[in-house]
């Protein structure tokens, strides 16, 4: 029970004139900020990001937004004709997948309103992370068809459920990235579905567009979650060339950067895990940069994602029983992928081109690493 001297300490200090000004600000503040946040027609404008967004980002979002970009982008991974000799994917040939806490039973297509006791397990499952270390594991242009089908099928069915979980902006830009780099992972395989292709590359430009407007800005409390978004933004620009996208995720870069990260290249997050989910941001923002001929913003990335590298040997723990190299948890550890996914980041073709500092050999075949064989 809060006894009467609490209640008239409590009161005396709210009668405090600066007290009183201050809490009052808070509250409106929070107020606008939950009818800005849950108010469709709101967030579709530039209100929500004058209020939120940081002040760096007002010369872009004050441009008037020309929808200005390359709708044929995905085809461009269609460097290679028509392969015939591939057979066609059966109905049933995935029937399970693998999410952040259990493996689920499919048939052939997710179902994309599937509950889960978890709400990881949500987010994994429309993240499409686990659909990425498929295709990574079983290259071919049956996994390639049946990839299409699962994105088209979810666009289909989720495009306009903006209140699921789906749609939070980390799982957005996850969605947005793990869709591109596994078209870019088969580019080799052709199936000769234009339409599909095209119907996916406009869901991604549309998808960003909502990610640009929802990026996880939250003032102090800021965390590595926009350097995901600014990712999914940049990526998709630059291959799209939407410079307005582009620019939005290049800005947040430049900016967030220094925040997250320190000086020697470690996360501040003091979590060994995610500084190995950061070092493959920086990694595959470096490659679309220099991808894409962004030769400015490249050396830039270069000089945070080498010291990352460096930091990434620094956890490495030689583990005598198995004969390998490992890293030990430190802190948090993140459910999007498992630790295998990213355990040799450090030995990956893009890595070792920044910081080899025993002449290693690239590893080729672990998790992520497979991606730029």
Known sequence: MISYEEIKCLVKHLLNPFNFIHAAFYWIKGIIKFFVMKTDFICRTNIYQYF???????????KKIILEYDEEYIKRFEDIPCATEYPALKETSITSIRLATLEIQINDIPNWFAEFEDIEDTFSLHRWGWMLMLATNNPSLRIKEWGIRVMKDWFLNMNNKKRHPAWESYSLSERIVNGLLLLYLLRKYSCCEKDNLSFIGKNFIDMAIYLANHIEFHGEYTHNHVLNNARALYMLGRFS??????????????????????TSGFLKADS??????????????LWVANLTGDISFAEKIKLTATKMVKAAWFFEVYNHNKNEWNYPFIGDVTPDFPAEWFKNINRSKLALSLYNPCKCEVDKNSGWNKIWN
Not at 54 to 61: D, E, K, T, V, W
Request: hydrophobic content about 45%; glycine content about 2%.
């Open 52 to 62: 939120y967004y940081p002040s760096y980002l007002r010369s872009i979002l004050s």
């Open 272 to 285: 060994s895990n995610y500084h190995f989910l950061l070092l493959r941001t920086f990694l595959e923002i």
């Open 241 to 262: 060339s939407f410079d307005y996208i582009a620019d939005i995720g290049k800005m947040i870069f430049i900016n967030e950067t220094p925040k997250l990260i320190t």
